[in-house]
């Protein structure tokens, strides 16, 4: 064979292989095959679902979704917020609990705590809860923690599953069909494959995430607990999960789908919910207790305050600031500021040194110091010290609050960094440096005027003994200071000391809490 016939054979060759293998690449043509077996294979099922040749839908294929829209369509209506529930969660999770955890839980519910509270201290209930709280917390290993997780999920596919709209893709084979009613036997007729593909899809989300072998009268219970009757005919359900399981073993939606779609490739997408509950429920009840807690303490504390304010006051309501106000905090919190945190200490204290101290304490401190025959000036000095001291705390705090008005010093400069606030971030926290320097200004202020005042009330509390005595030791002229008293001298001492001993522990709770912050 001459050069020129052998390269012309050898070229035949060539593009013989290359048409072999162009046809076996072909996507067309391999996608047609798949297809042609596909649709055999679908012709040759045992469910009368689908007819490959016109693609069309059969009547098989409306009795199966009648059979389980009929089931389902009571659970429709009752689970209807159920996704979204957590009192859901809370029912999964008792579902798992033994008599004796039931209690511990019940235990930590806000009802049972505050009526424990009637009859035992905040201490007694705080370390009950710790030891309920810990108790529960053990109920919960990780093999519990898993299948409470497990349930609530096979829970939330049920919901999924009964949720998807049967009614409208059975209409599609009869249209005389009434939504959620049974009286009649529906009409199906074959309808084209195209109508449904979509609605099938979507099923097939829902479908395939169910679990068909979970405990599902476990799964039921939680839900009739949460809704307090049957969701669903509990046997019904179980009789038919077998037809079930074999309709999703041998994949003959997925494949009509494909073969209806003429894709080979479709695959569904399952919706698998993946929740946790159990570390959230925990959590979320923790929070709950620790704020009750919180909130009792806060209420005891607040009606301890209240006492000992009507003990000095006579009423529990004080207002004698007029800047460093409560009514001032709107506007802060506005911004997402703190404000002033000292408003209700400041206006019991002002309302004490102003309508109080310079009146009823200045009067028997002045017939102390001026008419008093003392056995040495240094007891006499420090009484007069600590006492002018709280005179000039009086007039500071007067002159606190007016700096804080809108022409004040430090209140003009809150209102124009306020102002300027909205566009200028620099703003805002210059205005929390302004609000920080007033309230440990006023924490100042309760501090050291609680200092003095104790010191005043020991002085006071030395000379109530010392006229006490036969023989006196600081005073010698208590005879004469009771002619001078427009009342018993004696009655005074006592009468301001025990008011100063009240005002005392008042100023204590908030310089406690200024102390902590």
Do not use: C
């Not at 012309?8 to 290359?18: F, R």
């Amino acid at each position: 064979m001459n050069e020129k016939a052998r390269s012309s054979a050898e070229g035949g060759v060539i593009q013989k292989l290359l048409s072999i293998f162009a046809g076996m690449s072909d996507p067309d043509a391999e996608k047609k095959k798949i297809l042609k077996a596909l649709g055999k294979d679908l012709s040759r099922s045992k469910f009368k679902f689908y007819r490959p040749k016109g693609q069309e839908a059969l009547p098989g294929l409306a009795k199966f979704f009648y059979e389980l829209y009929k089931l389902t369509a009571p659970s429709q209506v009752l689970l209807g917020n159920a996704q979204s529930s957590a009192a859901l969660k809370s029912f999964v999770i008792d579902s798992y609990l033994s008599k004796e955890q039931k209690l511990i839980s019940e235990r930590l519910t806000e009802a049972y705590i505050l009526e424990k509270a009637k009859t035992l201290s905040l201490k007694d209930i705080q370390d009950l809860v710790k030891a309920d709280l810990t108790a529960y917390q053990a109920v919960f290993d990780g093999e519990t923690s898993r299948q409470i997780d497990a349930t609530y999920n096979t829970l939330l596919s049920f919901v999924n599953f009964v949720s998807f709209d049967y009614y409208f893709l059975l209409k599609k084979f009869d249209s005389s069909l009434m939504e959620r009613s049974f009286s009649r036997n529906p009409k199906f007729e074959a309808i084209n494959g195209e109508y449904i593909a979509d609605d099938l899809a979507d099923f097939l989300e829902v479908f395939l995430p169910l679990d068909l072998e979970a405990d599902w009268r476990r799964v039921f219970g939680a839900l009739k607990a949460y809704r307090n009757t049957d969701v669903i005919q509990v046997e019904a359900w179980v009789k038919l999960l077998p037809a079930m399981a074999e309709v999703r073993k041998s994949q003959i939606l997925e494949q009509l789908v494909r073969h209806v779609k003429h894709d080979p490739a479709w695959a569904p997408l399952g919706r698998f919910p993946g929740e946790r509950i159990v570390e959230p429920h925990f959590q979320k009840l923790r929070a709950q207790i620790e704020t009750l807690v919180q909130r009792m303490i806060q209420e005891k504390r607040n009606a301890k305050i209240d006492e000992v304010a009507k003990q000095v006051f006579g009423t529990a309501v004080v207002l004698r600031m007029k800047n460093y106000t409560e009514k001032a905090n709107v506007i802060f919190a506005k911004k997402m500021l703190g404000g002033y945190t000292q408003t209700q200490a400041m206006n019991y204290l002002k309302g004490y040194l102003i309508d109080y101290f310079k009146r009823d304490v200045r009067e028997i401190v002045d017939i102390l110091i001026i008419r008093g025959q003392w056995t040495t000036n240094l007891q006499m000095q420090q009484l007069s010290d600590v006492y002018h001291g709280l005179l000039e705390a009086s007039d500071q705090i007067l002159q606190f609050d007016e700096a804080l008005s809108d022409e004040g010093e430090l209140g003009s400069r809150i209102k124009s960094a306020l102002a300027k606030s909205d566009r200028d971030k620099e703003q805002v926290k210059y205005l929390r440096n302004l609000l920080k320097d007033a309230n440990d200004k006023a924490g100042g202020f309760i501090t050291r005027s609680g200092v003095a005042l104790i010191a005043i009330g020991r002085h006071l509390k030395s000379l109530i003994d010392d006229y006490d005595r036969p023989h006196h030791e600081v005073l010698l002229n208590w005879k004469e200071l009771d002619g001078a008293a427009p009342r018993p001298i004696r009655d005074l001492l006592v009468e301001t000391y025990k008011k100063i001993y009240y005002m005392v522990q008042l100023l204590q709770y908030y310089a406690k809490e200024e102390g902590g912050a």
